[in-house]
């Protein structure tokens, strides 16, 4: 079963810092691209970055650009998101996704859970 | 960035009612634009992929059309389950951007 598991959210102050992980199982997880989306409370959902199969290139929204980095461990199956000087508009669930909306087959979109990051003082 | 409008934003219907749910793309995608599904405190689930290919397990009263800029999201017959709130995603182009959302509710 494909699987996907985000850890790391918290309440953090503003200025601070977070590193959010999500492990991947059930897929071979070195194949794909992978995303972060974030939703703030009682919003929408708003695509934050990307990250190519290998790592090699990375993509960001202009909102999170210079403060947040996306990472990956293949050999963990691992997907992280190091997130700095978080302001208080970063508050939101935090979905690390395998898209697939534009796939020509079936079953490659998945999403995890989802973190909670609180920036409050 | 592709802007993607979604309508309308909210939507009251009743079990049995037939529903539409679009999204008009600021420039054409193809078909590169999928339809979630989304209930309280839960990750999104994927509808329909492709624009109308219906994700397996996913109950055939979903389907899903459209190619270039404008798309259709239809509900043939609400089921209680399906009262939640949809999202389109276009992923033709960086950044992917998904629709303002649609909250349906039971009337």
């Known amino acids: 079963e494909v699987q996907l598991v985000e850890s790391g959210g918290g309440l953090v102050q503003p200025g601070g810092s977070l590193r959010l992980s999500c492990a991947a199982s059930?897929?071979?997880?070195?194949?794909?691209?992978m995303h972060w989306v974030r939703q703030a409370p009682g919003k929408g959902l708003v695509w934050v970055s990307r990250?190519?199969?290998?790592?090699?290139?990375?993509d960001y929204a202009d909102s999170v650009k210079g403060r947040f980095t996306i990472s990956r461990d293949n050999a963990k199956n691992t997907l992280y998101l190091q997130m700095n000087s978080l302001r208080a508009d970063d508050t939101a669930v935090y979905y690390c996704?395998?898209?697939?909306?534009?796939?020509?087959?079936?079953?490659?979109?998945?999403w995890g859970q989802g973190t909670l990051v609180t920036v409050s003082s | 960035a592709i802007q993607m409008t979604q309508s309308p934003s909210s939507l009251s219907a009743s079990v049995g009612d037939r529903v539409t749910i679009t999204c008009r793309a600021s420039?054409?995608?193809?078909?590169?634009l999928g339809w979630y599904q989304q209930k309280p405190g839960k990750a999104p689930k994927v509808l329909i992929y492709?624009?109308?290919s219906l994700q397996s397990g996913v109950p055939s009263r979903f389907s899903g059309s459209g190619s270039g800029t404008d798309f259709t999201l239809t509900i043939s017959s609400l089921q209680p389950e399906d009262f939640a709130t949809y999202y389109c995603?276009?992923?033709?182009?960086?950044?992917?951007?998904f629709g303002q959302g649609t909250k349906l509710e039971i009337k």
């Open positions: 996704a395998r898209l697939g909306v534009a796939a020509r087959v079936g079953g490659v979109d998945c």
């Open positions: 059930g897929f071979t997880f070195s194949s794909h691209w």
């Open positions: 990250i190519n199969n290998d790592g090699s290139y990375t």
């Open positions: 420039q054409g995608i193809r078909d590169d």
């Open positions: 492709a624009a109308s």
């Open positions: 995603l276009q992923d033709y182009t960086y950044p992917p951007t």
